[in-house]
Antibody
Framework: EVQLVESGGGLVQPGRSLRLSCTAS????????MSWVRQAPGKGLEWVGFTRSKALYGTTEYAASVKGRFTISRDNSKSIAYLQMNSLKIEDTAVYYC???????????WGQGTMVTVSS | QSALTQPASVSGSPGQSITISCTGT?????????VSWYQQLPGKAPELIIF???QRPSGVSNRFSGSKSGNTASLTISGLQAEDEADYYCCSYAGTTIHWVFGGGTKLAVL
């Protein structure tokens, strides 16, 4: 079964860091780009960033709202994608989803999400 | 403010058809046939229902269809069913700087 499972969410103070993990199974992880998408409470979806496939060296791109603070990486041997979040702000509070980017440039598989709450 | 504009809510009766619009610009929806739509049931993760403007993933009902004209994409749901009650989001590729943009979401009520 194709599956993505996020972990690592929780309560963190403003200015601190948190690392999320996305563990994949059921497909050749290294062959796919992996994205992070977030959803603030009661709000819509926001693309956060992605890492390209191993064929494209896992290079990364980010939304302007997180660039310079968030870093995406991947470990193809473990089928895990990471989202390192530094200098967290209250407005980063959201459910964070990881998703697989299909060959048709759509997000075809989603994890269940992990909640990140930034609060003092 | 979301990059793509969707109506906040739409409603319809069982059996009817509804259409949700998604308006972008010539830099996103208007430039690429890479519009996708997602259904998000309450408390659940989004699920892909349309990709490349009008293609349905395997297993998605043919009651869902997509189209695009200029800078506006549309999702049509025919033969509305109670189980279609959900939030719907459009998404478009927006080039190598912005990459992807989502709409603000539309809440569908089946009355």
């Amino acid at each position: 079964e194709v599956q993505l499972v996020e972990s690592g969410g929780g309560l963190v103070q403003p200015g601190r860091s948190l690392r999320l993990s996305c563990t994949a199974s059921g497909f050749p992880f290294g062959d796919y780009a992996m994205s992070w998408v977030r959803q603030a409470p009661g709000k819509g979806l926001e693309w956060v960033g992605f890492t390209r496939s191993k064929a494209l060296y896992g290079t990364t791109e980010y939304a302007a709202s997180v660039k310079g603070r968030f870093t995406i990486s991947r470990d193809n041997s473990k089928s895990i994608a990471y989202l390192q979040m530094n200098s967290l702000k209250i407005e980063d509070t959201a459910v964070y989803y990881c998703s697989r980017r299909s060959g048709a440039d759509a997000f075809d598989i989603w994890g269940q999400g992990t909640m990140v709450t930034v609060s003092s | 403010q979301s990059a793509l504009t969707q109506p906040a809510s739409v409603s319809g009766s069982p059996g009817q058809s509804i259409t949700i619009s998604c308006t972008g610009t010539s830099s996103d929806v208007g430039s690429y046939n890479l519009v996708s739509w997602y259904q998000q049931l309450p408390g659940k993760a989004p699920e892909l229902i349309i990709f490349e403007v009008s293609q349905r993933p395997s297993g998605v009902s043919n009651r869902f269809s997509g189209s695009k004209s200029g800078n506006t994409a549309s999702l049509t749901i025919s033969g509305l069913q109670a189980e279609d009650e959900a939030d719907y989001y459009c998404c478009s590729y927006a080039g190598t700087t912005i990459h992807w943009v989502f709409g603000g979401g539309t809440k569908l009520a089946v009355l």
